[in-house]
């Protein structure tokens, strides 16, 4: 079964790893083996068709084995104790494979097996939306439109039927609405994992705050998950009327424009729930 890592997240290291596992056989109905390092029989081997997706063998009935697979940054991020199994590393990287042979007396580690993933996987990040987004292990820097930095629409916004109204394109450059300033920048990148950073100008002065972290996006939905600190870049003095700020929806993007948002709720003042819209474009 072929297992996909990094996959669009929840807000952990990185969100939703899979983990290969099946029943464990007691290791007291294994056969009494003495095993080495050098005498185990495994191996870890990138597809011809795909050098992204890594094949995992045992040969040896007699253990049971265990694999745990560590990226560049030394954090351990899946195992298996499948006796073949497949892996896929999206990201260019270089990974170590660890084997762990487990008998009847104890368990044996293999050295590491050094994987070197030479480039992000094609048909993983086939969809054009990442490019737009996060322009691949280059990376890409957003920062808010101030022609139209930010606006309202209905929760269902850009829904087909149900509450679907939009604001924003009123706002645009209303200096009410907003300060014109730079307000700080987002960026994304796929180098080695879905990295991201927010860098967020204060209300009342021009200092910044950077904070480095991780990202998920899931096309099916239009959303985007920020962990590890990370919340969206909001500018003004809009936070309080939000209380998420890390998990949004995408309203538009294109290779020019983002617009994402969050639920504004205003019950207690009679205005009900709505989206604060802000619109984004790529940093010179």
């Not at 590491?112 to 737009?132: G, I």
Request: glycine content about 8%; aromatic content about 12%; hydrophobic content about 35%.
């Amino acid at each position: 079964m072929k297992r996909i890592l990094y996959i669009v997240i929840a807000a952990v290291t990185i969100g939703s790893l899979l983990f290969s596992c099946e029943p464990v056989e007691d290791r007291e109905s294994l056969p009494a083996v003495t095993l080495t390092p050098e005498t185990l029989k495994f191996s870890v081997q990138p597809t011809t068709e795909n050098p992204n997706v890594v094949t995992l063998k045992s040969d040896d009935p007699t253990v049971i084995p265990y694999w745990k697979f560590i990226d560049a940054n030394g954090s351990e991020i899946g195992h298996s104790n499948k006796s073949n199994d497949q892996v896929t590393l999206p990201f260019a990287g270089k990974y170590n494979i660890y084997f762990t042979a487990y008998t009847r007396g104890g368990s044996v580690d293999a050295a590491p097996v050094v994987v070197d993933v030479l480039q992000n996987d094609e048909s993983y990040f086939s969809d054009p939306r990442w490019n737009m987004l996060a322009n691949g292990v280059n990376g890409k820097t957003w920062v808010l439109d101030m022609s139209s930095p930010i606006g309202w629409a209905g929760l269902d916004f850009p829904a087909t039927s149900g509450d679907n109204w939009n604001w924003y394109p009123d706002y645009a450059s209303n200096s009410w609405v907003m300060p014109n300033k730079d307000w700080g920048e987002i960026h994304f990148n796929l180098n080695g994992g879905y990295n991201t950073y927010v860098t967020q100008t204060a209300l009342a002065t021009n200092d910044k705050t950077t904070k480095t972290g991780l990202f998920t996006f899931d096309m099916a939905n239009n959303k985007i998950a920020f962990s590890k600190g990370v919340e969206l870049l909001y500018g003004g003095d809009y936070y309080g009327d939000a209380s998420n700020w890390t998990n949004v929806h995408v309203v538009e993007l294109t290779e020019t424009s983002l617009r994402l948002s969050v639920v504004r709720d205003q019950s207690r003042t009679g205005e009900g729930k709505a989206q604060i819209v802000f619109h984004y474009k790529p940093k010179p």
